[in-house]
């Protein structure tokens, strides 16, 4: 037995114990049977396998449970699944900025908004290069390109030079991931052929909230991309972005569109909004961090086998505020100087944040091999989680 499984199981003993204290303590009131009804929820989330058959019923008792105790409870579940310390590095350039012409009301990208943002023409292979070797020196193992298109039709060009991106990129020894607009599947399937790794494409948010937010493309129409980039075989990257101005119920039914997938995505990126004046969303306040932690927390249990990603908007967490993200169960960010259009922590300040913190950085492919849904199948399969831990 390896000492990550001993600590997740002395963590779960000691929390199971704690647990029988306070509810013996407080078993009168109302409010604590509630939490301890929540409890044996997340007691018997931390010993199930991985499903994709969440109601919303069950997936918003996680999220309400009290903060302290579904931090716990995604701690204790990050470690039967990954190794407790190692977080993925991965870089984003921007090789097509602006001029968009969808109406995502938050993007500095979108040309119907005043931004002050120069749109430009896509990048040479050259500039692409010269990012991603910055990136692997930096310690980067994954490298992703955006372009502010609202899909890929009629871009025949724009694809073959994408593709040359991608295979160069994968020569490197990098994972490789692009994010541009809607995906056929013809489109994706070359994308795989030349080396893809991953696409993503977030939900942004629930359904239901959605139309407040775009009115340009439909959610199903993302659900689509999302199904071609799957049925392709390349890793599915997926998530949203707190602090549209949705609600807690919001954040569940996004989250119950995530985990209900046919397959889990492999990698989740929770954005927090960094308001863009001009946008109709530039005033809007920042998502209160114990929001933020409870998405975090509840996708990690949620979907643990996936790698769940910090993006936008963590330069404006504290360094305490990302460790205990981590802690909850994140394990990936994006690093370098910006991303897309927003700031990002730099390779500098993140070596730091991880010296301090005793984190590490994943390995290449280490995510792709043994996260998402080749892990939840395993896991299934085998029901021994612990075997599966022992190799990590
Ligand atoms: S988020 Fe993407 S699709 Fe939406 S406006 Fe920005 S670049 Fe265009």
Known sequence: MNHILRFSIGLERMGIGM????????????ASVAM????????????????????????????????????????????????????????????KTGGCTEDCSYCAQSSRYSTGLTATKLSTLETVMTA???AKANGSTRFCMGAAWRDMSGRTRGLERIKDMVREVRGLGMEVC???????????????DAGLTAYNHNLDTSREFYPKVITT??????????????????????????????????????LHTLSTLPEHPESVPINALVPIKGTPLGENKKVPFDSFLRVVATARILMPGSIVRLAA????????QQ?????????AVFT?????????????????????????NMKAFRGEEEGGAKRIAEVEKSGKIGEIIERV
């Open 36 to 95: 301890g009804d929540a409890m044996t929820l997340l007691e018997r989330v931390v010993s199930a396998p991985p499903k994709n058959t969440w109601t919303k019923d069950e997936i918003s008792s996680i999220y309400n449970t009290p903060l302290m105790e579904l931090t716990y409870a995604a701690a204790t579940l990050h470690r039967k699944h990954h190794p407790h310390n190692t977080v993925q590095t991965c870089t984003l350039l921007s090789i």
């Open 132 to 134: 991603a070797r910055e």
């Open 178 to 192: 692009v994010t541009l607009g809607m995906l056929d599947s013809k489109a994706a399937e070359e994308l795989k």
């Open 217 to 254: 493309r439909g959610f199903d129409e993302r659900l689509r991309t999302i199904e071609n980039v799957r049925n392709a075989g390349i890793s599915v990257c997926t998530g949203g972005i707190l602090g549209l101005g949705e609600t807690a119920v919001d954040h569940v039914s996004f």
């Open 336 to 360: 370098g100087e910006r991303m897309l259009t927003t700031e990002c922590s730099g390779f500098e300040a993140d070596r730091r944040l991880f010296e301090k913190w005793g984190l590490a």
């Open 313 to 320: 908007g963590r330069i404006n967490l504290t360094e305490e």
């Open 323 to 331: 460790v205990l993200a981590f802690f909850a169960g994140a394990n």
């Open 19 to 30: 647990r029988k204290r306070l509810l013996a303590t407080h078993a009168q009131t109302p």
